[in-house]
């Protein structure tokens, strides 16, 4: 298994590389075989280098909370400090993020942190979905966007609705046995009493950043060739049917893949086409699951785990939008 996987990641960077350089000719104008591909190819560049740049800072604040919790948190102080009732130890690891300013790139990396230092995969897995929105930054951004709009009620739902989302699906998914181990960390393991503190940070937090950004532009390249191939107006376009406009709203944040950090005035911008349950949608889905954070979330918890994960999220947020539009709270 670890054969095919090296090679898999080898020919993922050989093709990666080269499709790297038939975009570049192309959009210089060096070759053009197809002109008519030139405009679809620039539009991807555009999109994802725009996708890269928003997600890099937040991904690199991650690794750093990542690698201080790997060197400076000891897994018997975790283990002590958790509640013992599951359920209570699931939400805790969704509130959590509340003291992490990070967006989903930033919190599978911490979350594998935290399970690595002994908390338990539900506990990870709540936090690395509900931080990207429970974080006062988004929460903030969220109240600037929509509170003269729909009210703070909808500020509140946003955060309650995520953490019940994450709270439930991480509670109710059967959890892997053990997480994807991160190279090279034993090999700084070995060598730290010769380094210092700062160095170990920053030593941890480079292997943390370069095995999560393969995930991240894997992601980043599938959000930025669908965007081109479906634009967001074939996906606006069920806003009329009630019955399709919270999945379509759900599709649009997953192709997207807008940081949370900056979401709420996208959503906002959708306000006057979709109806509030769908923007609610929109919301609460796009930061737990997107199509840069699916090949993060199948590098932590493997794709089984991830594909579980990836239909329990989808049915959970669905259904709480779709009833809080019934009962006419949204």
């Known amino acids: 298994m670890r054969h095919i996987r090296t090679f898999l990641a080898h020919t993922s960077a050989w093709l990666l590389t080269g499709a790297a350089i038939f975009i570049v000719i192309t959009v210089n104008g060096w070759w053009q075989p197809w002109p008519d591909l030139v405009p679809h190819v620039a539009t991807f560049v555009v999109i994802f280098l725009g996708i890269l740049y928003e997600a890099l800072p937040f991904l690199t604040a991650g690794a750093l909370v990542a690698a201080g919790i790997h060197l400076f948190v000891r897994p018997e102080w975790l283990r002590s400090v958790l509640p013992k009732h599951p359920v209570l130890r699931t939400i805790s690891g969704g509130l959590l993020g509340i003291l ?52 703070w009620d909808f500020v509140a739902w946003r955060f309650g609705l995520t953490l019940m989302v994450a709270t439930v699906v991480a509670q109710w998914l059967p959890m892997p046995a053990t997480i994807a181990p991160v190279d090279n960390h034993d090999h700084h393991d070995e060598d730290a009493d010769e380094q210092l503190p700062f160095v170990q940070w920053l030593a941890h937090a480079a292997v943390d950043w370069l095995d999560m950004v393969r995930y991240l532009v894997v992601g980043a390249v599938i959000a930025a060739s ?33 940081c949370s950090t900056v979401d709420a005035f996208v959503g906002l911008s959708l306000a006057n086409t979709l109806p509030p349950a769908a923007v609610m949608a929109f919301l609460v889905f796009g930061p737990i699951i997107d199509l840069k954070s699916i090949p993060m979330f199948a590098g932590l918890f493997g794709w089984a785990t991830t594909l579980r994960m990836l239909a329990l999220v989808v049915l959970v947020t669905a259904a709480s939008c779709a009833g809080l539009e019934w009962l006419g709270w949204l």
């Open 100 to 151: 992490f300013p990070v967006c989903e790139c930033g919190s599978i990396p911490t979350a594998r942190s935290l399970m690595q230092r002994g908390a338990p995969a539900s506990f990870g897995m709540a936090f690395a979905m509900a931080a990207p929105v429970i974080n006062p930054i988004v929460l903030i951004s969220t109240s600037v966007a929509f509170a003269g709009v729909w009210g």
């Open 226 to 258: 669908l965007q081109v191939v479906v634009p967001s107006e074939v996906f606006l376009a069920f806003a009329d049917t009630p019955w399709l406009a919270i999945p379509a709203a759900m599709m649009l944040a997953a192709v997207m893949s807008i």
